[in-house]
């Protein structure tokens, strides 16, 4: 009925545990696992399955998790859940990863950055363990289902958790999926391109690869004030002179795109696409791994830009257009419908030989309509207009300096 059809040699595999939607990281937090849910719903009702293969994520074993992260720090995660963390944080080895109070702390933090107290970024919830080897399972099933050639393109919006590092969960990310997978990639393919259009920098994939120039990564985020109170947006990291570790070989393999609030379509397109093309052309990656965070979509309830869905899908598009192996990750989105609008918009780009879908929502077809109906929920549209809620500070010979800085960079 919606055309939905699968187009001949292209296949596209996508990863999914429905467990994962039961997960609360706290009433104040953010992170929703709940768009998912809602994402799922949309793709569905557009019958998305009909173009694509879907598989049920498996959770990823301990031995995969520690080929990047810390022994220790997997053990913790593997057992950690509201009952043990007391008990577990009096074992000496774990005791060990408690980080310094630093003056003005609002939160007590445990080792490895992780907390019970509530306003925690990384808080500690029920069947938490679960759902950090679910989305990472889904994520290296995707992974293997490119490396063995099985598909072109695989997708988990599950996963794309950018910040965490080897031995540190940080900004709402425990188990780094998308290293373990750039990892995974490096035993077949010569060289990776990761993509990070989350609005926040791709801190810990850049840290993890800084010293590897057959990773090449490139993170476009909002840099700069948070806003009057001096505080800077998080995590802080990524300006355009941080271009990888200086005096090793993975110097130059790192890319920072950074970006002032209220950036509209037509310029990160042009900032998108000036950058994309020139590091695909000089890098001449085997395979792009792609993390779409949401939370650079206007209205996000954490973002500071003003893009809108379909600009947000271009990036999609301008990737797939390469035609290498590629996955597609999730990350950040705060504001659910229109997470779930975006992610089954991509999910629609990448199989469905790219056609869009209608603008009218199959309101009948989905189980909770009422998220995406109303004026404030977007009228039934999978493209509602967003507000401008940011001041745009974007100008454009800013935007042309820094294209052309990031272009001398390539020639190294
Ligand atoms: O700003 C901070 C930290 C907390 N202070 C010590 C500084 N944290 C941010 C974290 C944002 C993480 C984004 C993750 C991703 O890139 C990938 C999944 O999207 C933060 C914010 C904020 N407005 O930036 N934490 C919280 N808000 C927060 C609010 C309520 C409860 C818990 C956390
Ligand atoms: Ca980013
Ligand atoms: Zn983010």
């Known amino acids: 009925e919606y055309g939905i059809t699968r187009p001949k040699g292209h296949k596209v595999s996508f990863h999914y545990n429905s467990t994962v939607e039961d997960m609360h990281f706290g009433k104040t937090h953010p992170m929703k696992p709940w768009r998912l849910t809602l994402t799922k719903h949309l793709v569905l009702g557009y019958g998305l399955q009909y173009a694509m293969d879907t598989y049920e994520a498996v ?13 220790d720090y997997v053990e913790f995660l593997s057992q950690v859940s509201p009952q043990t963390f007391d008990k577990l944080c009096q074992v000496p080895r774990f005791r060990n990863h408690v980080p310094a109070k630093h003056e003005g702390d609002s939160v007590d933090l445990g080792p490895f950055n992780l907390s019970t107290s509530p306003g925690a970024d990384c808080p500690v919830f029920d069947g938490m363990s679960k759902y950090l080897f679910l989305y990472t ?16 393109i695989a997708i988990n919006w599950s996963g794309g ?27 077949i393919y010569p060289r990776v391109l990761y993509i990070d259009i989350d609005v926040h920098h791709g801190d810990g994939v ?3 690869f800084q010293r590897q120039p057959r990773v090449m990564t490139l993170s476009y985020h909002r840099y700069g004030p948070y806003d009057d109170t001096g505080h800077k947006f998080f995590p802080g990291t990524g300006d355009l002179s941080d271009v990888g570790l200086k005096g090793t070989v993975g110097e130059h393999f790192a890319l920072n795109v950074p970006i002032g609030s209220g950036i509209d379509d037509r310029q990160y397109r042009y900032l998108f696409e000036s950058v994309t093309g020139k590091a695909i052309d000089a890098f001449k990656p085997s395979a792009i791994v792609l993390q779409c965070g949401a939370d650079s979509l206007g ?12 600009q947000h899908g271009e990036c999609v598009n301008f990737v797939k257009k390469t035609g290498l192996p590629l996955l597609i990750l999730g990350g950040g989105g705060y504001t659910a419908r229109n997470v779930a609008r975006a992610w089954c918009h991509e999910t629609a780009l990448a199989t469905n030989n790219g056609a869009h879908l209608s603008d009218k929502i199959p ?16 009228d039934g549209q999978l493209f509602p207009k967003f507000q401008k809620d940011h001041r745009n500070e974007c100008v454009e010979s800013d935007l042309e300096m820094k294209v052309k800085k990031l272009d001398e960079e390539l020639k190294y």
């Open 299 to 310: 209205g996000d309830r954490l973002g500071q830009f003003n893009i809108n869905i379909k």
């Open 161 to 187: 958790l950018h910040h965490a590092h080897k031995s540190e969960a940080s900004g709402f990310c425990y188990i780094n999926d998308i290293v373990l997978s750039i990892i995974d990639m490096l035993r």
């Open 137 to 152: 399972g889904a994520t290296l099933a995707a992974t293997n289902q490119l490396t063995t050639n099985q598909s072109d």
């Open 206 to 208: 850049e840290e993890a």
């Open 59 to 71: 959770a990823a074993g301990i031995d995969q998790v520690r080929t990047f992260h810390d022994p």
């Open 363 to 378: 309101l009948d077809l989905v189980p909770r309509p009422e998220a995406f109906m109303g004026r404030a929920h977007g």
